[in-house]
């Protein structure tokens, strides 16, 4: 099994910065490993849905952002060291939520097709 460690979150105040991290291990029944992966970070709000923030290719290559944090957020990878990391930027009060990062084959926005996923990192972001 592959497994998915967040790392990063915080209270900041609204304009401010946070760096995530996830730090992958393992590898799947097929013996795929974090680079053999595309990974995406995704946010829940209390009373919202799970909503897609940005995700990755597997060489890094192509890069996706929710238009909500583009210009705002960036996204990156390391497959050296196994861990995507997602720079957040110009914080609002509406960033606000638990953020899990995850991890599918493909390069893609929709959550359900993702097979692994973290157990979420708090962020919270004060006006």
């Known amino acids: 099994q592959v497994q998915l460690v967040e790392s990063g979150g915080g209270l900041v105040q609204a304009g401010g910065s946070l760096r995530l991290s996830c730090a992958a291990s393992?590898?799947?029944?097929?013996?795929?490993?974090?680079?053999?992966?595309?990974m995406g970070w995704f946010r829940q709000a209390p009373g919202k849905e799970r909503e897609f923030v940005a995700a990755?290719?597997?060489?890094?290559?192509?890069?996706d952002y929710a238009d909500s944090v583009k210009g705002r957020f960036a996204i990156s990878r390391d497959n050296a060291k196994n861990t995507v990391s997602l720079q957040m930027n110009s914080l609002k009060p509406e960033d606000t939520a638990v953020y899990y990062c995850?991890?599918?084959?493909?390069?893609?926005?929709?959550?359900?097709?993702?097979?692994?996923w973290g157990q979420g990192t708090q962020v919270t972001v004060s006006s």
């Open positions: 990755i290719s597997r060489s890094g290559g192509n890069v």
């Open positions: 393992g590898r799947s029944a097929s013996g795929r490993t974090f680079s053999n992966y595309a």
């Open positions: 995850a991890a599918n084959f493909l390069l893609t926005r929709s959550p359900e097709v993702y097979d692994y």
